[in-house]
């Protein structure tokens, strides 16, 4: 078997070498298109992680690579004269040079036929059985077939360029200056004695206003100089091909053609803010050269390699956008609070957590819990900072409402009422999850009228009986908890008259249905009933209806209320093109999308007193190509609040059934945070939110102000409990009842706390720093 790679970068040559090894028999030839030393690049970086596993296959260049790195535990973050110092981070720098001689020689000694020179374009020139496409990201073979690849690249915004220093570091940092023209970042960490790399970044504005467009790679080291002149103590700023560019995310839809296939950046990259672009290249020759081990044939082996390589690179891909969105996005982030800040960076890629990051650097967390305390105490909601309590128990106010913590039960229609009667079903429900623990409980959508309800089984509030069972509730959540209950209110529009939920989400009724209105006659269904087209007649009733049943929310005693402006629903439809073609100053820009909304929304401000709080749920996005986006978020999170909104629940989607969500963990959060940091107003997220880490995390990263979870919830009505017991929280609230429960749970958590904290300190991965102690090679 003849097997030829193009590109002799880390991805080729390892593969090489850990093919070679188990198979001799298999002639292996790398074709570089440059000479064996025209090698560019400063260093590169490897976790405690990665050299596990590069020590696992290949042991003798693991101990190459050992020999001649630079190893840190901390990362230090640099953030307007303030420094935050982060430990438990196993890494190791390596010159890249450095690195790719030593596979080189590697690879020579087993015998792999290495071809200097040999720039291939066209694998018509190679004589081979499988062919390994691993020249980089500019791949001209996966050029080639990019129509058959799907070759996608998101050429991103900021501009970076990679240069080199002789500044040593004991530790990865970051560097984040302000200067006339804007923010200039720089990811810097030493990869050898008296090395370091430094990659700086900014946005296209600030580097156009620097000027940097029109330099040389000369003249722009010497500008970094000058930014980063504090930080470089008097080193210089060395270049190799350090021009400035965009970073490229490549995704391929297949990896595999015929008998060729794509390895590395080829296929892949990775934004260097996560250090893993080099280990990216080498953990896809590992899985490549195993697939090669385990099947039979060259087509098994490639399709088995596709197979199972390719979850774990979009995670990683995953990963990495997350990560080069906070950088694009750091001016949002720029008035926070230094610790703030720094946790953001530090969580921003979902990786780390609030509690996995207790574990490596307690100092820190200690810290963040100290800011969120201090936060609170400053903005008056309580009298001293409220110390030693994990961020999600540190209370919260909007108006004269006072939270006791920052989980919310969001709003869930549960397809139970009678005649929009409000039962027994539902007050064991709220009375649940009130005594539960939540903060705030946000009661189903709930409807003005029988004619706005999405199903027959939703509540509504229009008459007296209602209004009497909803008292009923709101009574027992005040006398048996401390959450307070919020009335979500809102109107379905052309989603009306629908099946209940396990009959047929959103399907229309077969008979028995209602008429429906929207602002356009669109149906949402093909199948669905065309609604007619609101009259401005129809908005002045509908309005009515909804400034009664506040009334009536206020006399049941209702802590809050909610307008929902989400999911498609009818003032949701008015806020979305897709949903409002009209023609009229109801439709058309977003500002007269916007109107008959928030003519509901003055119209119930009005009547609702002014020491109570409203919120609007709102999709931040329609999911769908000409829809709402997340900036037109921003703006309608503004308008709401102009017109007296306290907080912006942050949904998404629901729009139209075309609307294609990117789910995943938290998937809505990124909405809440760039609403509540672009329009300073307090937001809640939602959405695949399932744990109490996740809830501090987005607490304490400013992502939001109050975590709002639904489904979790429906599973467990005393979620907030379990946390506050998981925490040691000794003064959440629990019915005096349920006192001797709470206490056996306290003790049970704080001691499965315990264990589970010892068995993950035992499953870090094994620092890798070198046993003399030498990994402080810093200052030499
Ligand atoms: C300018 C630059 C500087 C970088 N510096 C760093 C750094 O300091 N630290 C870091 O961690 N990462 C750095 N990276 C990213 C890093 O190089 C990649 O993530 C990683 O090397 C990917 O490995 P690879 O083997 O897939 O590709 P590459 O390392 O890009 O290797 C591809 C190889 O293929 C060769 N080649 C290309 N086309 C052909 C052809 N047609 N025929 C034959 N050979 C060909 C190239 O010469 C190259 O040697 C840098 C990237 C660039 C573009
Ligand atoms: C059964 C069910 C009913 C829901 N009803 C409503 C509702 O009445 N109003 C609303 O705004 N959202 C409603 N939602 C959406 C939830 O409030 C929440 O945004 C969504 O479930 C995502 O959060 P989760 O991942 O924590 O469940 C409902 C969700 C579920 C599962």
């Given at each position: 078997m003849k097997i030829a790679v193009i590109g002799g970068g880390p991805a080729g040559l390892y593969f090489a070498i850990l093919l070679k090894k188990s198979r001799p028999d298999i002639a292996v030839t790398i074709h570089e298109r440059n000479k064996a030393d025209d090698l560019f690049g400063f260093g590169v970086v490897f976790s405690d992680q990665t050299l596990d596993t590069f020590k696992t296959h290949d042991l003798e260049s693991y101990e190459a690579i050992r020999r001649s790195f630079a190893y840190w535990d901390d990362i230090e973050i640099h953030f307007k004269d303030t420094v935050h110092r982060i430990g438990g981070n196993g890494f190791c720098g390596c010159s890249r040079r450095t690195l790719l001689m030593l596979l080189q020689d590697r690879a020579r000694s087993l015998g792999v036929a290495m071809q200097f020179g040999s720039e291939i374009a066209d694998e018509a020139s190679i004589d081979a059985d499988m062919i390994v496409i691993a020249d980089g990201l500019n791949s001209a073979l996966r050029e080639k077939h990019r129509d058959h690849f799907g070759t996608r690249v998101d050429l991103r915004p900021n501009k970076f360029s990679w240069m080199g220093s002789t500044r040593p570091f004991d530790a990865f940092n970051y560097f984040f200056r302000q200067t006339s023209h804007g923010v200039f970042i720089a990811h810097c960490y030493q990869y050898e004695a008296n090395a370091s790399t430094w990659v700086l970044e900014t946005t296209p504005e600030t580097w156009a206003s620097a000027g940097l467009d029109r330099m040389t790679e000369h003249e722009s080291a010497r500008f970094m100089e000058g930014v980063f002149a504090k930080e470089l103590q008097g080193h210089t700023l060395q270049t190799n091909r350090s021009i400035w560019r965009n970073f490229p995310m490549i995704r391929n839809e297949r990896w595999v053609k015929d008998n060729m296939v794509l390895l590395g950046d080829a296929k892949a990259t990775a934004h260097f803010s996560i250090g893993s672009g080099t280990k990216l290249a080498m953990e896809d020759a590992i899985a490549l050269y195993k697939s090669v081990l385990a099947c039979d044939g060259v087509s098994a082996a490639l399709s088995h390699y596709e197979t199972t390589r390719r979850q774990e690179v979009e995670r990683t891909q995953h990963a990495a956008d997350t990560s080069l969105v906070w950088f694009e996005d750091v001016q949002r982030f720029w008035n926070m609070d230094p610790v703030q800040f720094a946790f953001g960076l530090m969580t921003r890629s979902k990786a780390i957590t609030y509690d996995n990051l207790n574990l490596r650097a307690p100092d820190f967390v200690a810290a963040v819990d100290d800011m969120m305390a201090r936060d609170v105490a400053a903005k008056g909601i309580t009298a001293a900072p409220r110390k030693d309590v994990a961020p999600m128990f540190q209370p919260w106010r909007l108006r004269d409402m006072k939270l006791a913590n920052r989980v919310v039960v969001s709003p869930m229609c549960m397809y139970s009422a009678k005649d929009g009667m409000p039962g027994d079903f539902h007050l064991v429900h709220y009375g649940a999850r009130a005594m539960g623990g939540a903060g705030l409980i946000v009661t189903e959508?709930?409807?003005?009228?029988?004619?706005?309800?999405?199903?027959?089984g939703c509540t509504g509030l229009w008459n007296d009986a209602q209004q009497a069972a909803w008292t009923r509730i709101v009574d027992f959540v005040h006398a048996n908890s401390e959450a307070r209950i919020c009335l979500q209110l809102g109107h379905a529009g052309r989603k009306g008259a629908s099946k209940l939920m396990w009959d047929g989400m959103d399907r229309p009724l077969p008979e028995g249905g209602w008429g429906l209105i929207a602002p356009?006659?669109?149906?949402?269904?093909?199948?669905s009933q065309v609604p007619r087209a609101m009259t401005e007649a129809d908005m002045t009733e509908v309005t009515a209806t909804f400034v009664a049943a506040a009334r009536r929310a206020e006399a049941s005693g209702f802590d809050m209320l909610e307008l929902h402006c989400a999911h498609g629903y009818l003032l949701a439809s008015f806020i979305s093109p897709i949903t409002n073609r009209r023609t009229d100053e109801f439709g058309g820009s977003l500002d007269n999308r916007l109107r008959f909304p928030l003519k509901v929304f003055e119209a119930i401000r009005a009547v609702w007193p002014a020491s109570k709080p409203m919120s609007v749920r709102i999709s931040a996005s329609d999911w769908i190509a000409g829809g709402l986006d997340s900036d037109d978020a921003v703006e309608v999170s503004r308008a709401f609040a102009r017109a007296g909104a306290d907080l912006i629940d942050v949904s998404s989607g629901q729009t139209a059934p075309q609307s294609k969500p990117h789910y995943g963990?938290?998937?809505?959060t990124p909405f809440s945070d760039q609403i509540r940091n672009e329009a300073h107003i307090a937001t809640m997220a939602v959405g695949s939110i399932t744990g109490a880490d996740q809830i501090n995390t987005i607490i304490a990263a400013g992502r939001a102000d109050l975590v709002a979870l639904g489904r979790p919830h429906l599973a467990d009505p005393a979620f907030t409990l379990r946390a506050a017991a998981w925490y040691g929280d000794a003064t959440h609230h629990a019915p005096k009842q349920y006192a001797p429960g709470r206490d056996a749970l306290y003790r049970q958590l704080e001691k499965e706390r315990a264990d589970l904290t010892e068995l993950r300190l035992k499953a870090r991965p094994k620092s890798h720093a070198p046993e003399d102690g030498t990994e402080r090679m810093a200052a030499e």
């Open positions: 959508m709930t409807c003005p009228s029988a004619e706005a309800r999405i199903t027959p356009s006659p669109l149906p949402y269904y093909p199948e963990r938290m998937f809505q």
